[in-house]
């Protein structure tokens, strides 16, 4: 396609017309096509074109229509650096037509990377505007682990968990995509105009509406199912029980996409959302390494979760059993060490003599105790292999 072709032509301007996610404009875009769409909106006065659908629906769409220079809009966003994108683009990702009727008509992009390559291998992290410390560094230490483990880092550039994970990606050199509400010039909100045009010189800013739209409370629930839809899985950070976050969640669940929490204190009600979530079809997960084994390939595991390994953990369970016998304070003799364990009173000698040389016990003649002096620790790292 080229820049001007009618197809794009018109779906821009269409992102004008109707607003995003109307399932109705989407059946009208495939009964009759993006331009035949547009001119029975500008054209036809006759009988009802759009079965289905009420008149005042159409009525709007037949004002916004005649008002819409999509000419225009595709000159500003290209001065900006940016492009439109429709179905049909090398870049357009295919993973958006699992929104079938209620798939974006176009996508306005700005940024120097390929939106599709990385959106195969993309995840939302998402959470609380008004998020507490506690979620605000869990978001930007997720986003970070994410970035450099090579996933790209999906949200929607809000106050709270949205700007820590957008932070976290972009401090980590690593890749983010920030999916507005609004226009992509229209820094929303204003207090993230920096970090916005930072995502938009390293990474990509996206939107379905067009250059100089701006956000409304409807606008910023539809634009989440964008958010689930572009990625493989979401991660909910913070959420209370009405939120956004959760509206991002519940998409990704009905696209058959990964949903994950990450648990927070019982006592905030800033964690009751996400804690709701996991009790019914998200998984708990507690950083990067726990998304990638989700979303990621088969076979790559998280590091296993554990205590810190101690020598005595080490024994062999023979030797263990021996050690275990000794009372905890003054000397036993051998017969008594060798039937509180169990075993042969020669073998039990060996044993004592293999912890004696390890520093676990001391001999005092015939008898044996615990050391008195402390054994090295381990230097095995913990948390995992």
Not at 97 to 104: G, K, Q
Not at 176 to 199: K, N, Q
Not at 236 to 243: D, I
Request: positive net charge; hydrophobic residues 40%.
């Amino acid at each position: 396609m080229t820049a001007r072709d009618p197809d794009r032509l018109a779906r821009a301007a269409l992102t004008h017309v109707v607003e995003p996610g109307d399932e109705h404009a989407g059946r009208a875009l495939r009964r009759h096509g993006a331009a035949g769409f547009l001119r029975l909106l500008r054209e036809d006065e006759g009988p009802e074109p759009f079965p289905g659908t009420g008149a005042r629906r159409v009525d709007s769409w037949r004002r916004r229509a005649r008002t819409a220079a999509p000419e225009r809009d595709l000159d500003l966003v290209a001065r900006l650096g940016g492009r439109f994108l429709v179905p049909g683009d090398a870049e357009w990702p295919s993973q958006l037509d699992d929104l079938d009727d209620a798939r974006p008509l176009g996508l306005w992009v700005r940024g120097p990377a390929d939106l599709r390559g990385w959106s195969l291998r993309s995840v939302a992290v998402v959470g609380a505007r008004a998020c507490t410390p506690y979620g605000a560094h869990t978001a930007a230490t997720l986003a970070a682990g994410l970035a450099e483990s090579g996933w790209v880092v999906t949200s929607g550039a809000a106050f709270g968990v949205d700007g820590a994970a957008h932070r976290g990606a972009l401090g980590s050199g690593g890749a983010t995509v920030a999916v507005l509400a609004c226009g992509v010039d229209v820094p929303y909100p204003p207090g993230h105009a920096g970090l916005i045009r930072r995502i938009a010189e390293q990474g990509l800013v996206v939107g379905e509406l067009p250059p100089g739209a701006h956000p409304t409370r409807s606008r910023f629930v539809l634009r989440n199912r964008v958010i689930a839809a572009l990625t493989r899985g979401t991660v909910v950070v913070e959420a209370e029980y009405r939120s956004g976050s959760l509206v991002t969640a519940r998409a990704a669940a009905r696209l058959g996409r990964y949903v994950m929490g990450v648990p927070g204190p019982v006592t905030s009600g800033l964690s009751a959302g996400v804690h709701e979530l996991l009790r019914g079809e998200a998984t708990l997960v507690t950083d990067a390494a726990e998304v990638v084994e989700l979303v990621g390939a088969i076979g790559r595991l998280a590091p296993t979760r554990r205590g810190p390994v101690l020598p005595r953990d080490l024994l062999d369970p023979d030797t263990a059993r021996v050690l275990e016998a000794l009372p905890g304070t003054g000397p036993a003799p051998l017969a008594e060490i060798a039937a509180r364990a169990g075993g042969h009173p020669d073998r039990t000698l060996a044993k004592l003599y293999e912890l004696h040389s390890l520093g676990f016990v001391e001999r005092h003649e015939d008898d044996w105790q615990l050391t008195k002096r402390r054994t090295e620790g381990s230097n095995i790292r913990h948390g995992g292999a």
